[in-house]
């Protein structure tokens, strides 16, 4: 994943969560299968996270930016493991995303606008330990125009991804 991917994934992720902070540019820490690790400074404290994009993406979609799946530390305000998603298009209002790791365990995130998340810490740990012991992951969403999205994840080298972004940010 190229550096300007990661900036782009930073700059959205720290727009859509955050009220806007200062941060410096992400740092590649590692690459591992098709999971990639970044750190950054913010506000004197460093995030950590790991993203991926896609293998392949189905939907029948005419326009659609990029999509990323993530798993973000933030020590300084006690967290730690949040996933979240960018669909690369604006959500259905009130929709859910759903994901499936090897065709068995799935969890239902809520969405806003681009992006979606777990509802709690509990379900962000169970969905870390989803992708650190599977092989791969199906997202499922829904356009604002009511287009149906799949998006299909390898979790190939998400285990040393999570054990450097851990490293960097100092969490267990």
């Known amino acids: 994943m190229s550096f300007r991917i990661a900036a782009r994934i930073l700059a959205i992720a720290l727009f859509a969560v955050t009220a806007p902070a200062m941060a410096d540019e992400p740092k590649l820490l590692s690459t591992h299968g098709d999971w990639t690790a970044y750190s950054f400074k913010e506000n004197g404290g460093t995030v950590c996270y790991m993203a991926s994009q896609p293998k392949k993406s189905e939907g029948n979609y005419k326009k659609r930016d990029q999509v990323f ?3 973000t530390h933030r020590p300084a305000e ?3 493991n949040v996933f979240s998603f960018i669909a690369g298009y604006t959500y259905k209002p009130g929709s859910d995303v759903t994901l ?5 365990q799935t ?3 809520f969405t806003n606008k681009d ?6 810490a509990e379900t962000d740990n169970k969905i870390t330990e989803a992708l650190r012991k599977g092989s791969k992951l199906v997202i499922k969403g829904e ?3 009511g287009t149906l999205t799949t998006d299909n994840f390898s979790l190939k080298g998400t285990g040393g ?3 450097a972004i851990g490293k960097a940010c100092k969490t267990k």
């Open 161 to 163: 991804a999570h054990e």
């Open 78 to 80: 006690n967290t730690k």
């Open 143 to 145: 356009s604002m125009r």
């Open 69 to 71: 799946a993530l798993v």
């Open 107 to 109: 969890f239902t995130l």
């Open 115 to 120: 992006m979606a998340w777990a509802k709690d």
């Open 100 to 104: 499936t790791f090897d065709d068995k």
